[in-house]
T-cell receptor, first 113, second 114 residues
Framework: AQSVTQPDIHITVSEGASLELRCNYS??????LFWYVQSPGQGLQLLLK??????LVQGIKGFEAEFKRSQSSFNLRKPSVHWSDAAEYFCAVRSSGNTPLVFGKGTRLSVIA | NAGVTQTPKFQVLKTGQSMTLQCAQDMNHNSMYWYRQDPGMGLRLIYY???????DKGEVPNGYNVSRLNKREFSLRLESAAPSQTSVYFC?????????????FGSGTRLTVV
C-alpha cells in the first residue's frame, strides 16, 4: 500500500529565507507525486506534480520539487518565501492504477517578518 | 466560475440527525471523491467514484453513504450523525482515475455534530 510521510508538522521561516518541506513516500514502482497548498479556510490547490522525466519539476507560485528515487523523497522548495506563503502543505501519492490519492498529514508553514 | 461546488459551507447537527452534503463539478470530470480533514490527520478518503455509476469505499467509510447522481454530482450522506463525524469535508474531482491526474477541490463543508 502507498503511504506518505511528512516529517515536519510545523515549520517557521523568515520572509525572504529559503524553504524546503520534506516528503517521503512508500511505493514499489515509480509513483505519481503531488504537492498541494491549503490556505486557511480554503480548499486545496495543486502546486505541482511529477510522474516521469526530469526529476526537478516547477510549479506555480515559484515552487519547485525534486524527485529522488534513491531516497524515496519528493521535497518541495522555494528560494525566497513571501508572507503569503503561510499555509498548510500536503504531499500526496498515487499509483499508476485506478487508486485515489493518498495524502500525508501536512506541514504547516508560518512566515515571520 | 468553473470548479467544484460544495453545499452547505457550514452545518451544525445534533447527534442522530441525518444530512446530505452536496457536491457538483462543471469540468466534465469522470472521477469524484469525498475526503474528511481532521487536525493532525491530513485528508482521509471516505468514498470515491471512479466513473459515473460506480462507487468504492475508501479508508474511513463507516457511517457514510454516497450517491453518484450523474456525471456532475456526488453526494455524501450521514444517516445518523455522531460527534466523531465532526470534521471538514472536502469533495474533489479529477479528469480520470489514473495516476497522472491531480484533483480539483471544493472549498469544503465544516460540520459540527453536538
Amino acid at each position: 500500500a502507498q503511504s506518505v510521510t511528512q516529517p515536519d508538522i510545523h515549520i517557521t521561516v523568515s520572509e525572504g529565507a529559503s524553504l524546503e518541506l520534506r516528503c517521503n513516500y512508500s511505493y514499489g514502482a515509480t509513483p505519481y507525486l503531488f504537492w498541494y497548498v491549503q490556505s486557511p479556510g480554503q480548499g486545496l490547490q495543486l502546486l505541482l506534480k511529477y510522474f516521469s522525466g526530469d526529476t526537478l519539476v516547477q510549479g506555480i507560485k515559484g515552487f519547485e520539487a525534486e524527485f529522488k528515487r534513491s531516497q524515496s523523497s519528493f521535497n518541495l522548495r522555494k528560494p525566497s518565501v513571501h508572507w503569503s506563503d503561510a499555509a498548510e502543505y500536503f504531499c500526496a501519492v498515487r499509483s499508476s492504477g485506478n487508486t485515489p490519492l493518498v495524502f500525508g498529514k501536512g506541514t504547516r508553514l508560518s512566515v515571520i517578518a | 466560475n468553473a470548479g467544484v461546488t460544495q453545499t452547505p459551507k457550514f452545518q451544525v447537527l445534533k447527534t442522530g440527525q441525518s444530512m446530505t452534503l452536496q457536491c457538483a463539478q462543471d469540468m466534465n470530470h469522470n472521477s469524484m471523491y469525498w475526503y474528511r480533514q481532521d487536525p493532525g490527520m491530513g485528508l482521509r478518503l471516505i468514498y470515491y467514484s471512479a466513473s459515473e455509476g460506480t462507487t468504492d469505499k475508501g479508508e474511513v467509510p463507516n457511517g457514510y453513504n454516497v450517491s453518484r447522481l450523474n456525471k456532475r454530482e456526488f453526494s455524501l450522506r450521514l444517516e445518523s450523525a455522531a460527534p466523531s463525524q465532526t470534521s471538514v469535508y472536502f469533495c474533489a474531482s479529477s479528469e480520470g482515475s489514473g495516476g497522472f491526474y491531480g484533483y480539483t477541490f471544493g472549498s469544503g463543508t465544516r460540520l459540527t455534530v453536538v
